[in-house]
């Protein structure tokens, strides 16, 4: 008898496994945990799943010399609810500056691959054991789920990879902007980390916090 109910059961699951074959996101409704809602399939085209926005560099004006181009169901609606996405990133030469630096992507793991000059990376486990190596062009490199990691130019030239997520949209929170690209209180910040209130003001004031 339990046996014949595993089977029956595994019948059920198999046959509602996938009841559609995609999901393209509606762009115009809300984003949930879940992903976006379909888009009516009358209406979904080849373009919804194909994307050109990764072939162009980023650009890396900026403060941290670097630049992220993603391919993720907001920006490539095909990829909604398929449990991966992409993404380019750009890294500028020269300089001590030019990272992406500690930053977590809470809903995906991560892989890396180089295709352009070297990158030094590194991700911090739970125990805080540091796994550090220096790529070069060809080489892949794989960040597990929620752990701080980065990325920096080894090269002396523009360094350029493709990342790779295990979800729609993996989400990202950068460390260094949680902390002072906030109206969080200088006090509070003072509180919880180990800087002085004069590398505090100093820090917000280069990343736009307040407090």
């Known amino acids: 008898m339990f046996k014949l109910l595993f089977f029956f059961a595994v019948l059920i699951l198999s046959s509602n496994a996938s009841v559609q074959d995609f999901c393209v996101a509606d762009l115009k409704g809300p984003e949930s945990p879940a992903g976006y809602s379909c888009k009516a399939v009358t209406k979904v ?17 900026n403060i941290i010399k670097a630049a992220v181009s993603p391919a993720f169901a907001t ?3 095909g990829l909604n609810g398929l449990g991966l996405s992409a993404a380019r990133l750009d890294l500028a030469p020269g300089g001590v ?7 977590t992507h809470p809903g995906a793991s991560e892989v890396l691959l ?3 000059g070297s990158i030094t990376a590194a991700f911090v486990s739970s125990a805080n054991t540091v796994y550090l190596k220096t790529l070069k062009k060809g080489e892949l490199m794989v960040f597990p789920q929620g752990l701080l990691h ?26 260094d902007f949680a902390l002072f690209a906030n109206d969080l209180s200088t006090k509070l910040v003072e509180a919880t ?11 917000k004031g280069v ?5």
């Open 150 to 175: 980065f990325q920096v130019n080894a090269a002396g030239y523009s360094s350029v990879a493709y990342v790779f997520f295990s979800s729609s949209n993996p989400g990202l929170q950068i460390t």
């Open 193 to 203: 980390t180990f800087l002085d209130e004069a590398q505090i003001k100093k820090l």
């Open 114 to 116: 180089v295709v352009q």
């Open 207 to 211: 990343l736009g916090g307040t407090g």
């Open 45 to 61: 085209t080849v373009n919804d799943f194909v994307f050109s926005g990764l072939s162009a560099a980023g650009n890396t004006s």
């Open 97 to 103: 500056v030019r990272t992406v630096p500690f930053h």
């Open 75 to 77: 920006q490539f609606p």
